[in-house]
């Protein structure tokens, strides 16, 4: 079982609509979450980090924890075509620096 | 702030040959560098954790003596890809920690694509 596993896609939605990202992780030792960005050819962005279970919005950017479940999302409202990007969820335990990433997700927005 | 370069951006070298990539934190110190690899379609994997003037801890299946990390400065790290070879070919990227970063917040360098013909 991957470290941390997300939907390859890619996702395709239409510009103005939710993009629906999810992530699981398997160590219940994990602390922090993140989501970055990474358009073709350049290195990630951070978007989101959060630590606690529920919900972080920072505008249109909402990450949604549930460490019971080992689950982890990302949602961005009103997508535009500048999100078209690979999404990349990242876990961190509390005693490492270390970031395990997924396979990344990529998103198309239609525009 | 928090901002991380790297150089070159670029390189492509015959096989045989070594490289080295810089990673430096330009505004802040940086106590703690990491370097990636990323094959294309997939994601970053860990090759190792660069401490300030300590030996870099490697991950399970990178070979240290092929990867040389120097990490001499606390805004400089340098990974040297030692008679590199075509399947070495990858994006590396280095990342930063430190006394700028927003918790354990990790800063990402461009990148530097290495052809190895």
């Known amino acids: 079982q991957k470290e941390v596993e997300q939907n390859s896609g890619p996702l395709s939605v239409p510009e103005g609509a939710i993009a629906s990202l999810n992530c699981t992780y398997s160590d219940r030792g994990s602390q922090s979450f993140f989501w970055y960005r990474q358009y073709s050819g350049k290195s990630p962005e951070l978007i989101m980090f959060?630590?606690?279970?529920g919900d972080k919005e920072d505008g249109r950017f909402t990450a949604q924890l549930n460490k019971a479940s080992q689950y982890v999302s990302l949602l961005i409202r009103d997508s535009q075509p500048s999100d078209s990007a690979t999404y990349l969820c990242?876990?961190?335990?509390?005693?490492?620096?270390?970031?395990?990433f997924g396979a990344g997700t990529t998103v198309t927005v239609r525009a | 702030g928090a901002v991380v370069s790297q150089h070159p951006s670029r390189v492509i070298c015959k096989s045989g040959t070594s490289v080295k990539i810089e990673c430096r934190s330009l505004?802040?110190?940086?106590?703690?560098m990491f370097w990636y690899r990323q094959f294309p379609k997939q994601s970053l994997m860990l090759m190792a954790t660069s401490n300030e003037g300590s030996k870099a801890t490697y991950e399970q299946g990178v070979e240290k003596d092929k990867f040389l990390i120097n990490h001499a400065s606390l805004t400089l790290s340098t990974l040297t890809v030692t008679s590199a070879h075509p399947e070495d070919s990858s994006f590396y990227i280095c990342?930063?920690?430190?006394?700028?970063?927003?918790?354990?917040?990790?800063?990402f360098g461009p990148g530097t694509r290495l052809t190895v013909l």
């Open positions: 990342s930063a920690i430190g006394l700028a970063g927003r918790g354990n917040e990790q800063f």
């Open positions: 505004d802040f110190q940086a106590t703690t």
């Open positions: 990242a876990v961190k335990r509390s005693n490492d620096y270390k970031l395990s």
């Open positions: 959060i630590y606690s279970n």
